[in-house]
């Protein structure tokens, strides 16, 4: 319980603006890569990869919060906005990698990649449902929409974090252990989620009908 309080506590120090400094950097560091020429032979594909994974990676980090929290006590609810929002940013530079820097706004191409790569439709997908969520990452939207229809607004993110991971896996195409690991694992989380939303919501209609009575 000690060495939970300590963690506790190095965390409640540590600044957010830290938490979203040190996630950027590594998108700097990819794009830094790419012009340089150090992402192998194919740099545009392995900077739109390399952000994709990112970008799963942190929504899976996001979704962990709340578990973490039960199982273990260690907080990280004052970082999960952040989670959130670099989620988000590394999403949107994985889609602009894709249309201006790979397709240059061919539309052509860009139409015929959508019919011929059904994966692309699914992160698409993920991306139009992140988009209200990353709006709503602040106080004032929690406070406007109440903090229930902002909770289930937000649990768009299990479904998206399953698109996700759906669609790295499509986009490797060889199935190799890495993506089906992702995939695993977000369905694991999803199970975990769902099952204790549920009986977080069970618990408190239980206790609402027992002040009734």
Same mark, same amino acid.
């Given at each position: 319980?000690?060495? %939970? *309080?300590? &963690?506790?506590?190095?965390? *409640?120090?540590?600044?957010?603006?830290?938490?979203?400094?040190?996630?950027?950097?590594?998108?700097?560091?990819?794009?830094?890569?790419?012009?340089?020429?150090?992402?192998?032979?194919?740099?545009?594909?392995?900077? $739109?990869? *390399?952000?994709?994974?990112?970008?799963?990676?942190?929504? !899976?980090?996001?979704?962990?919060?709340?578990?973490?929290?039960?199982?273990?006590?260690?907080?990280?609810?004052?970082?999960?906005?952040?989670?959130?929002? =670099?989620?988000? =940013?590394?999403?949107?530079?994985?889609? =602009?990698?894709? @249309? %201006?820097?790979?397709?240059?706004?061919?539309? +052509? $191409? !860009?139409?015929?990649?959508?019919?011929?790569?059904?994966? !692309?439709?699914?992160?698409?997908?993920?991306?139009?449902? @992140?988009?209200? =969520?990353?709006?709503?990452?602040?106080?004032?939207?929690?406070?406007?929409?109440?903090?229930?229809?902002?909770?289930?607004?937000?649990?768009? +993110?299990?479904?998206?974090?399953? @698109?996700?991971?759906?669609?790295?896996?499509?986009?490797?195409?060889?199935? /190799?252990?890495? /993506?089906?690991?992702?995939?695993?694992?977000?369905?694991?989380?999803?199970?975990?989620? !769902?099952?204790? +939303?549920?009986?977080?919501?069970?618990?408190?209609?239980? &206790? $609402?009908?027992?002040?009734?009575?």
């Amino acid at each position: 319980m000690d060495g %939970v *309080r300590f &963690i506790n506590g190095t965390l *409640r120090r540590i600044p957010s603006a830290l938490v979203y400094l040190a996630g950027v950097t590594p998108a700097a560091v990819y794009f830094y890569w790419a012009v340089m020429n150090q992402l192998g032979a194919d740099p545009l594909q392995a900077l $739109e990869r *390399r952000l994709g994974l990112w970008a799963l990676q942190l929504l !899976i980090l996001t979704l962990l919060v709340t578990p973490v929290r039960k199982w273990t006590r260690i907080n990280l609810i004052k970082f999960r906005r952040a989670f959130g929002l =670099l989620t988000f =940013l590394y999403v949107v530079l994985h889609l =602009l990698t894709w @249309l %201006v820097l790979d397709k240059q706004f061919f539309w +052509s $191409e !860009i139409l015929a990649d959508l019919y011929k790569r059904p994966y !692309i439709i699914l992160g698409m997908t993920g991306f139009l449902l @992140l988009v209200p =969520l990353a709006l709503t990452s602040n106080n004032l939207s929690i406070r406007r929409l109440g903090p229930k229809t902002w909770n289930r607004l937000h649990k768009l +993110s299990y479904l998206v974090i399953l @698109l996700g991971a759906v669609h790295y896996l499509l986009v490797v195409k060889a199935w /190799p252990l890495q /993506p089906l690991f992702y995939l695993g694992g977000a369905i694991l989380l999803l199970c975990v989620r !769902i099952r204790w +939303s549920f009986l977080k919501t069970w618990a408190g209609n239980m &206790i $609402e009908s027992v002040r009734a009575t």
